[in-house]
């Protein structure tokens, strides 16, 4: 998230390939991206090798796709580094935005729909559990985030800070409204027991529902505090018409913070932090 470097006066700006000077908001800007690199990136390695070897990518397709979103993100925190050192590399970290505001909302989208299903239509989602249902989902979702990515190279070329702003606040409305809806529904699903259930079997299928609505609700609050400081700066950006480093860098701190929400989840959900405390 290398917003705030950007100039939005004239287009030579953008292409000055000296050295800029660092100062305190640069080196705090540093000091995320570096956690984010130095933190993220194993961790949401782990993530994807453990989906891969162990809990098999059929079952876990959405969130093998999220992690690979987050691993290109923590990649691009080295690049996004680097761009502060030297100009020519701020549009390469910006374009990679696509990833933050739409890659990765859409996917957490994905998995909420997914658990959503689950407990209201469990007839639809056992009818669309085939892998091939979620390849073609996570296809549609990769084409997007790649349009989203070239729609943030554009904009940002263009110096368009009103749009851009615009761009990612809706993508933001909608996948929140989304999570939203399927946090709602699943609550109002766990207050209510189907006819005939009772003893073991209804204490399993509360679990169940449980279960799903706390991902749910974990992953709205996390995207939640991902993105709500970056709308609320994109905002006051354009209404005062002042790029504000420190706001941006407030956004990012809490981005970074929350990015790390998934990785504990998945683990926690396989039991994968109890086994390392033990071994």
């Known amino acids: 998230m290398n917003i705030s470097t950007v100039n939005f006066t004239t287009p030579e700006t953008s292409t000055n ?15 995320v991206y570096s956690i984010s690199f130095l933190f993220g990136l194993p961790a949401h390695s782990y993530v994807i090798w453990l989906i891969i070897t162990e809990s098999g990518v059929a079952s876990e397709l959405f969130n093998l796709n999220l992690s690979v979103c987050e691993f290109i993100n923590c990649l691009n925190s080295l690049v996004s580094i680097l761009s502060i050192y030297f100009s020519n590399l701020t549009i390469i970290s910006l374009v990679f935005q696509g990833l933050v505001f739409t890659g990765c909302s859409l996917f957490q989208s994905l998995i909420c729909v997914e658990r959503y299903l689950a407990v209201v239509h469990p007839v639809t989602f056992l009818k669309y559990k085939l892998l091939r249902y979620r390849v073609i989902c996570c296809t549609a979702a990769w ?13 940002v070329v263009s110096l368009k800070i009103h749009v851009y702003t615009w761009f990612f606040s809706q993508q933001f409305l909608l996948f929140f409204s989304i999570q939203l809806f399927c946090l709602v529904a699943v609550l109002r699903a766990l207050k209510q027991s189907g006819p005939g259930e009772r003893g073991r079997k209804r204490e399993e299928e509360n679990h169940m529902k449980r279960r799903a609505f706390y ?4 992953t709205t609050v996390s995207m939640t505090i991902m993105h709500v400081p970056f709308t609320i700066t994109g905002f006051l950006t354009f ?3 002042q790029n504000t480093h420190a706001l941006w860098n407030t956004g990012l701190t809490f981005y970074v913070l929350a990015s790390f929400v998934q990785p504990v989840l998945y683990l926690q959900r396989t039991g994968k932090p109890s086994r390392l405390c033990y071994s």
């Open 239 to 241: 209404l005062t018409q």
């Open 143 to 155: 084409i997007i985030t790649l349009g989203s990515c070239l729609c943030c190279g554009f904009i």
């Open 17 to 31: 390939y000296t050295i800029k000077s660092i100062g305190l908001m640069d080196r705090v800007e540093i000091g």
């Open 215 to 218: 991902i749910i609700l974990i």
